[in-house]
Structure formats: C-alpha cells, structure tokens
C-alpha cells in the first residue's frame, strides 16, 4: 500500500469518527437547547395561570391548539410534584388534514406527536388541582432535524473538498519522492552518469536527495577501485601462472618420477589449470560489465546450439547422457564470442549437475532457449544461484560459471532465470 493511501486512508477515517461523534454531540447539544426553550414557554404559561388564578379566584378556561394543550384534574393536596416531562398528545386533524390523510382510516381523527409538559398544581376557590400544560414538540425536532441535515451536508462538503485537495496537494508534495526513486531503478553502478540534484523547496526531500547523491557515489568509486584491483590482479596473475606452467613442463622433461611425485605433479597442474580458469573467468567478467566486447553480429542462435552440441558429444557419451533437443530458427544480435561462452556454460554446467544415465533437454524457439537437466539433487536456492563464488559442494567449477551467463544476458537485453520442473533444474533465457 502507498504512503498516499495509507495516510488518505487513515486521515478519511480520523475524520469520519471525529465528525460522528461531534455530530452526536451537536445533535444533543442543540436537542437540549431547543428542549431548554420550550420549557421556558411551559413556564410562562404556567406563570400565566397562576396570575390568573390569583387575580380572579377561579381556574382560566381550558382550551386545546394545535401545538398546546392545557388541562386542570382536582388532586388531593400536596400530592403533586412540579416537573418536567417528555410526553405525547393527540392532535386533531384540521379540513385540511384530514383531506391529506383519508386513505388512513385509522388516522382520521388525528395522529399523535411527541410533545413537552410541565406538571404542576395549583389552589383556586380552596380546591386543589393538577395542572398538565402540554407544547407539541413536532416543530422543535423538524428544526432540529433540519440544523442538522444542513450541518451534515457542509460536513459531507467539507470532507470531499479536503480528499480532494488533499490528494492534489500531496501527489504535488510527494513527487520529488517519486522523482528520486525513479533515478534510483535507473541507476546503474558501472554506468558514468550520475544521479541529479532535484531541485525541490522541501528540506526532507533535500537531505534525503543530498544522501541518495552522495551514497550513490561512494558507491561507483567502491566499485571503481574494485573493478581496478580486479583487472590488476588478474592481470598480474597471468606472468606467475604461466612461469609456473612452463617450470612444471620443464621439470617432466628432465627427469622420471615415481607414482608419487608424478601424482603430485598431476594435483599441480590440475591447481594451475582451475587458478587460470579462475583468472580469465575474472577478467571475462570486467570486460563484460565494462562493455569492453563489441563485436556484435547478427546470429543465428540455431546453428549455434548444433555446433555446440557437436562440441559436446563426446562428453555426453561419456556420461551416458540422453540428449533430446528441439530448435527452431533464431536470429540474436549479439556477439558470438561471448554467446558461445553463455551456451558452453550453460550446457556444461547441465553436464557436470547431472546424474550418470540422465537427460539434458534443449528447446529453442522465438521467446526463449531453455536447457534443462535431470537431477537427484533438491531445488537451487534461488537467492544464491547466480551470486558469484556460490556452487555446490564437490563441484570442480569456479563459482562464476552462472554470473557470467547472467552478465552476458544483461549485456545483451535478456533475461536468465532459473527453474526446477519436476526433477528438472531448468535455465531459461528469454529474449523478450
């Protein structure tokens, strides 16, 4: 999930539950003050009463409204506590009412609503009566309903014009944080360019570009110092190599050598000969993440496999190995020198992982050269199998067979992937 729609995410529903629960609050709060008005209204009337009482003896002709109702019942002294109360009433239908409501037959007369009153008594004439004063609540709670469909509406308003300008603003403010990650996925370690100071008013974006540039170039003069001692040392490796290779040639053809020495000078030989490889592997590899090979052609990647697989024969019967391969035309451009290096490497290494009395499986065709293996052995690790220096254990090769390979495919624009298919190690290239 993006930090946008997380951060949108989780601000839409703060805001969500911030605006109920203030919304439940406004709701009682107005509900309380418009509640508090009409009990000052009852206390009016109730004060009207009493003032008439007083003044002519005798309890004020009763009579009923649409929104108020006043009645007197005789009650026994004392027996009556002032208070307040939430009550309905019935109100009658007017002309046009009951017009309105005739297919109603159970609401002909009337209907009932939620209403307020106020208890109270008083003494006329030495009789002591309840009074019930009853105010219709109907219009108080459309008010309130009305208040509060409004507030919900500039609420509602409010929310989309902030998800709205908010998602504006912070694709604006975050996008030289995507601008700096897309120099990140282009950036290459062997390539010259370097990545470019954004210009952005943002200081977290600043330092954060500041440390991508800087980090960046300690990493290309890490690489370039290494890729020099690399060259250095290879370079230097072939004098030694080649002094000790000549002495060993000489020293067989001076003298003869008992089981044991000659055993000895096999072991030396077969140690010079896997140092060389190790060498020229080393310096294949600097010359191809260098791109120092140019010699790209337009080849035909069938003709190629045919001769490579004639190349090998001999070592596939040697092994008593079923060869079973399938080709269809393909034209690369490439360069054959360092195609015929992935191929050898990749068949080889189908040769040695393989078991006696195996199969080796080649299939070329538009998309991909896949060429698998069979084996008693469990997948491949996948985050090691082209790291280089890795191979498994009694294995004669020098660990940079694969990173080669995959070197070579990315010089060239593909892609080498490994896959294990039903007791099958299987690497695929793809050409697309």
């Given at each position: 999930?993006?930090?946008?729609?997380?951060y949108?995410?989780?601000?839409?529903?703060?805001?969500?539950?911030?605006?109920?629960?203030?919304?439940?609050?406004?709701?009682?709060?107005?509900?309380?003050?418009?509640?508090?008005?009409?009990?000052?209204?009852?206390?009016?009337?109730?004060?009207?009463?009493?003032?008439?009482?007083?003044?002519?003896?005798?309890?004020?002709?009763?009579?009923?409204?649409?929104?108020?109702?006043i009645?007197?019942t005789?009650a026994?002294p004392?027996?009556?506590?002032?208070?307040?109360?939430?009550?309905?009433?019935?109100?009658?239908?007017?002309?046009?009412d009951?017009?309105?409501?005739?297919?109603?037959?159970?609401?002909?007369?009337?209907?009932?609503?939620?209403?307020?009153?106020?208890?109270?008594?008083?003494t006329?004439?030495?009789?002591?009566?309840?009074i019930?004063?009853?105010?219709?609540?109907?219009?108080t709670?459309?008010?309130?309903?009305?208040?509060?469909?409004?507030t919900?509406?500039?609420?509602?308003?409010?929310?989309?014009?902030?998800?709205?300008?908010?998602?504006?603003?912070?694709?604006?403010?975050?996008?030289?944080?995507?601008?700096?990650?897309?120099?990140?996925?282009?950036?290459?370690?062997?390539?010259s360019?370097?990545?470019?100071?954004?210009?952005?008013?943002?200081?977290?974006?600043?330092?954060?570009?500041?440390?991508?540039?800087?980090?960046?170039?300690r990493?290309?003069?890490?690489?370039?110092?290494?890729?020099?001692?690399?060259?250095?040392?290879?370079?230097e490796?072939?004098?030694?190599?080649?002094?000790?290779?000549s002495?060993?040639d000489?020293?067989?053809?001076?003298?003869?050598?008992?089981d044991?020495?000659?055993?000895l000078?096999?072991?030396?030989?077969?140690?010079?000969?896997?140092?060389?490889?190790?060498?020229?592997?080393l310096?294949?590899?600097?010359?191809?993440?260098?791109?120092?090979?140019?010699?790209?052609?337009?080849?035909?990647?069938?003709?190629?496999?045919?001769?490579?697989?004639?190349?090998?024969?001999?070592?596939?019967?040697?092994?008593?190995?079923?060869?079973?391969?399938?080709?269809?035309?393909?034209?690369?451009?490439?360069?054959?020198?360092?195609?015929?290096?992935?191929?050898?490497?990749?068949?080889?290494?189908?040769?040695?992982?393989?078991?006696?009395?195996?199969?080796?499986?080649?299939?070329?065709?538009?998309?991909?050269?896949?060429?698998?293996n069979?084996?008693?052995?469990?997948?491949?690790?996948?985050?090691?199998?082209?790291?280089?220096?890795?191979?498994?254990?009694?294995s004669?090769?020098?660990?940079?067979?694969?990173?080669?390979?995959?070197?070579?495919?990315?010089?060239?624009?593909?892609?080498?992937?490994?896959?294990?298919?039903?007791?099958?190690?299987?690497?695929?290239?793809?050409?697309?």
């Amino acid at each position: 999930m993006k930090l946008l729609t997380k951060y949108n995410r989780v601000n839409l529903i703060t805001i969500i539950i911030v605006m109920l629960i203030t919304g439940i609050i406004y709701y009682q709060a107005i509900s309380y003050i418009l509640t508090g008005q009409n009990d000052k209204d009852l206390v009016v009337e109730e004060q009207e009463i009493f003032d008439y009482v007083k003044l002519n003896h005798h309890l004020p002709q009763t009579f009923e409204s649409n929104d108020q109702q006043i009645s007197f019942t005789p009650a026994s002294p004392g027996s009556v506590k002032r208070e307040f109360i939430n009550t309905i009433y019935f109100k009658k239908w007017g002309q046009d009412d009951k017009y309105k409501f005739k297919k109603h037959k159970h609401r002909l007369e009337g209907e009932y609503e939620s209403a307020r009153g106020l208890i109270s008594s008083v003494t006329a004439g030495n009789k002591y009566y309840k009074i019930l004063i009853i105010e219709s609540k109907v219009e108080t709670e459309d008010l309130i309903r009305i208040i509060f469909a409004i507030t919900i509406g500039v609420i509602l308003l409010l929310l989309l014009i902030l998800v709205v300008i908010n998602r504006l603003i912070l694709n604006r403010l975050w996008q030289p944080f995507y601008n700096i990650m897309s120099e990140l996925r282009l950036f290459n370690i062997a390539d010259s360019k370097q990545i470019p100071k954004l210009g952005n008013n943002i200081d977290e974006f600043k330092e954060l570009n500041n440390v991508v540039i800087d980090m960046a170039a300690r990493a290309k003069n890490d690489y370039q110092d290494l890729k020099v001692f690399t060259e250095n040392a290879s370079h230097e490796l072939l004098t030694p190599i080649a002094v000790i290779n000549s002495k060993l040639d000489t020293l067989i053809q001076t003298e003869n050598f008992s089981d044991r020495q000659s055993k000895l000078l096999n072991d030396l030989y077969s140690a010079v000969s896997r140092l060389n490889r190790l060498n020229q592997s080393l310096l294949l590899l600097v010359k191809i993440e260098n791109k120092l090979l140019h010699d790209k052609q337009q080849i035909n990647l069938r003709e190629l496999v045919d001769e490579m697989i004639i190349q090998f024969e001999e070592i596939f019967n040697d092994k008593d190995l079923k060869l079973t391969y399938e080709l269809d035309d393909k034209e690369i451009y490439a360069s054959r020198y360092l195609v015929e290096i992935l191929l050898s490497n990749l068949i080889s290494n189908a040769i040695r992982h393989n078991k006696h009395g195996g199969e080796v499986i080649i299939n070329l065709n538009a998309e991909s050269l896949t060429i698998q293996n069979t084996s008693d052995n469990e997948p491949l690790p996948d985050e090691k199998i082209f790291t280089r220096f890795h191979k498994s254990s009694g294995s004669e090769g020098s660990g940079l067979g694969l990173t080669i390979s995959r070197q070579i495919c990315e010089n060239f624009g593909f892609t080498l992937d490994y896959e294990f298919r039903d007791r099958y190690h299987a690497f695929i290239v793809h050409f697309v």
